[in-house]
């Protein structure tokens, strides 16, 4: 299914188009701090997706729940995840959001709801449905949105995690995030069928298709589909088409696609698409550019406390390891 168009509304497409280049200067950011040599680990940036973490993210409540995958900063952040944090945690400092540990691809921040990255394809979708299933089972008016891309809808845990949520009729919302590429090949080059939306009706899940590009759709569909599920429709299903304008990592430079095409996608990413509808509602060009100006500027403060934070002391390295067994 399709969804509706819905009414645009400047002053929420506003708070949409500074969060969207929140997202995007984070990673801009990032990106420049791994090549100097203050990141480790590979980082994965959602440049051109930004659409569908804040169209998602804007309907849910502070106690509402969301996993994500290992290109999560933006739904991070759309959640409410503290940007320095997650700076910190990047470069493996003191006070990042799991302590220097994880990385840019296991941020958790459970105070906002953020159940955590996950380095392992489609690995978040049974972490979302357990959680959507402990909701239900303890009659928390919550629900869970669980982020994946294209290439997760292959493996095993997206069968299962379908599967269970089902059954159960739990609340929570699927919402495939595809950029067409799952990591360097193009996805519809190694899934059968009709797709990710085809395969989500096959287990009698509703699924909505939506264009990932274009922020107002995404809230709006979105929207009606978390009414849904808190007055207890059972999982949905949204597939949100977008388009991956990085390599899969910062080390990749996306030599398996046309410059052509890539440079006709940054016509068409959201945050570009939202500055003309945003423009064509009268808002002034000046107010867009503040908003890029203000998130660059909080950024880079960002990175600057990050790279002069302390590394954890070598004492710290066993702790939050485990629980039963940890060493004295």
């Known amino acids: ?62 106690s509402d729940q969301i996993t994500t995958n290992h290109r999560g900063h933006g739904h991070a952040i759309a959640k ?100 067409g590429f799952a990591s360097t090949t193009r996805a519809n080059a190694v899934t059968a069928g009709e797709g990710a939306a085809a395969r989500a009706e096959s287990f009698g899940i509703p699924a909505f298709a939506v264009d990932g590009n274009d922020v107002v759709a995404v809230d709006g569909l979105v929207g009606d589909c978390v009414e849904r599920l808190r007055a207890g429709a059972g999982p949905l299903f949204v597939h949100a088409r977008t388009y991956r304008l990085m390599g899969h990592t910062t080390a990749d430079a996306g030599a398996y696609r046309p410059k052509a095409e890539v440079e006709a996608q940054w016509g068409e990413e959201p945050i570009a698409r939202a500055g003309r509808q945003l423009v064509a509602l009268g808002v002034p060009e000046a107010e867009l550019a503040k908003a890029r100006e203000a998130a660059e500027a909080e950024m880079e403060a960002t990175m600057r406390g990050a790279i002069a934070a302390p590394y954890p002391p070598l004492s710290e390295a066993f702790s939050d390891v485990q629980d039963i067994g940890a060493p004295e």
């Open 80 to 179: 409410g995840t503290d940007a320095a944090a997650m700076m910190l945690e990047l470069c493996g400092k003191v006070g990042g959001t799991c302590a220097g540990k994880g990385g840019s691809m296991h941020i958790a921040d459970f105070s906002v709801g953020m159940l955590g990255a996950n380095g392992v394809v489609g690995a978040g979708i049974p972490i979302a449905v357990g959680a959507a299933h402990g909701a239900k089972l303890k009659g928390e008016a919550r629900i869970v949105a669980c982020f994946f891309g294209d290439g997760a809808v292959n493996r095993g845990p997206f069968l299962e995690g379908l599967n269970w949520a089902k059954i159960f009729a739990l609340p929570v919302l699927f919402v495939c995030e595809d950029n």
């Open 1 to 62: 299914m399709t969804a509706s168009k819905p009414n645009i509304d400047a002053e929420r497409l506003l708070r949409h188009y500074r969060t969207m280049w929140r997202i995007r200067a984070f990673e801009q950011v990032a990106e420049r701090a791994q090549r100097e040599g203050h990141v480790g680990g590979a980082v994965h940036q959602s440049i051109g997706q930004e659409a569908v973490a804040v169209g998602v993210c804007a309907n849910l409540r502070p």
